[in-house]
C-alpha cells in the first residue's frame, strides 16, 4: 500500500455497479439482419484511490468497452459509475466535462496518433488550450512542468512527433492525458508496441508519479505476467463479466476461477516472486 492508497474504511475513487452495454452489428457484410452483442453484462468493480488494478481476459471479453464507459466516451445501456462519490449519470453536461478531465484514457494507438503536424509542445498544450485552463504563459509553464515530469527533455519540444521514438511518443501521450491533472489514468494496450526496456521505463515512470502524486491506474494487458508484476489488484473478464476480483497477490497464489487458472497456466515458467510481488506501480 503506498501512502496514498485508501485506508481501511474510506472510500473507493470508483465504483461501478451493474454496468451494461451492447452493440448491434450486422451478422456479415451483405446481411440486413442486425444481431445484438452483449459487450458488458453486469460489471461491479470498485478502485481504490492510488492503487493500480490490471483488467485481464481474452480478446472480445469487454475489457475496452468497460474503460471507454468508464471514460464516459460511450454511454452504458444501464449500471451507475461513481467517481469521488459523484455518480456521473446524475451530472449536467457543464460538470461532466470537469469529470472528463479527472479521468483520461490512453490507447494503444494514442502514441501513433500524434499529429506529425504539430510540435511536441503544441500537442500537450493542446487539452489545455480546448479546456480554455489559463493564460499562454500559464499553459507555457504547465507543459513544461508535465515534461519534466514525464522525463520528456525540453528540446524535443520542438520536435514533431515523427522525430521521436517510440518510447518518447509514449511519453508525449502520456504527458497529454497528464497535462489536466487527471486523477485516474486508464491505459488500454499502451505498452504493447514498445519493446521491453521501453515499457519497463514506462512503468518505472508511472511507479514514480503514482507514489509522487497518488494516482490511480486501471492497465488493460494482454500479457497476464506482465499485468502481475505491475498491478496490486487485479479484475478478471470473461463474456462481459468479472468472474473474479481482488488482489493480484491473492489472485495469483489462489486463483478461483476457472478462466483465471487458464490465465495463469498461459504463463511459460511463472515466477515464484511475482506471487508475492504484486502491486509493484
Ligand atoms: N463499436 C462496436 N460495435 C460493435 N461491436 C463492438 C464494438 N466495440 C466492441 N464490440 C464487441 O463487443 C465485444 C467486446 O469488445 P471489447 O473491444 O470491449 O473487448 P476487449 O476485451 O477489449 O478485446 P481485445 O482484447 O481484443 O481488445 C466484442 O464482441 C466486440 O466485437
Ligand atoms: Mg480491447
Known amino acids: 500500500m503506498n ?34 452483442v452483449q459487450a458488458i453484462s453486469g460489471v461491479d468493480l470498485e478502485v481504490a484511490r492510488g492503487s493500480t488494478l490490471a483488467v485481464v481476459g481474452q480478446s472480445g471479453s469487454g475489457k475496452s468497452t468497460l474503460a471507454t464507459c468508464i471514460a464516459q466516451l460511450e454511454q452504458p445501456d444501464a449500471g451507475e459509475i461513481w467517481f469521488d462519490g459523484t455518480a456521473l449519470a446524475t451530472l449536467k453536461p457543464a460538470q461532466l466535462g470537469a469529470y472528463r478531465r479527472r479521468i483520461q484514457l490512453i490507447f494503444q494507438d494514442s502514441a501513433q496518433a500524434l499529429n506529425p503536424r504539430m510540435r511536441v509542445n503544441e500537442i500537450i498544450a493542446e487539452p489545455l488550450e480546448i479546456a480554455r485552463a489559463g493564460n499562454k504563459s500559464g499553459r507555457h509553464s504547465t507543459v513544461a512542468k508535465v515534461m519534466e515530469m514525464v522525463a520528456l527533455s525540453p528540446d524535443l519540444g520542438k520536435r514533431s512527433a515523427l522525430q521521436l521514438s517510440g518510447g518518447q511518443r509514449q511519453r508525449v501521450a502520456i504527458a497529454r492525458a497528464m497535462v489536466l491533472n487527471p486523477e485516474l489514468l486508464i491505459f488500454d494496450e499502451a505498452f504493447s508496441g514498445l519493446d521491453l526496456i521501453v515499457q519497463e521505463e514506462i512503468i518505472g515512470l508511472l511507479h ?74
Open 3 to 36: 501512502r496514498f492508497e485508501n485506508r481501511p474504511g474510506s472510500a473507493p475513487l470508483l465504483i461501478v455497479r451493474g454496468l451494461k452495454k451492447a452493440y448491434s452489428r450486422r451478422s456479415n457484410l451483405w446481411s440486413r439482419h442486425v444481431e445484438a
Open 208 to 281: 514514480s508519479l503514482q507514489a509522487a502524486r497518488g494516482l490511480t491506474y486501471i492497465i488493460i494487458a494482454h500479457d497476464f505476467g506482465f499485468s502481475c508484476q505491475i498491478a496490486s489488484h487485479m479484475a478478471v473478464m470473461n463474456e462481459g463479466k468479472i468472474v473474479e476480483q481482488g488482489e493480484t497477490r491473492q489472485i495469483v497464489t489462489n486463483p478461483m476461477a476457472p478462466q483465471t487458472k487458464v490465465l495463469l497456466a498461459s504463463i511459460p515458467r511463472f515466477p515464484r516472486h511475482i506471487a508475492t510481488a504484486g502491486g509493484q506501480v
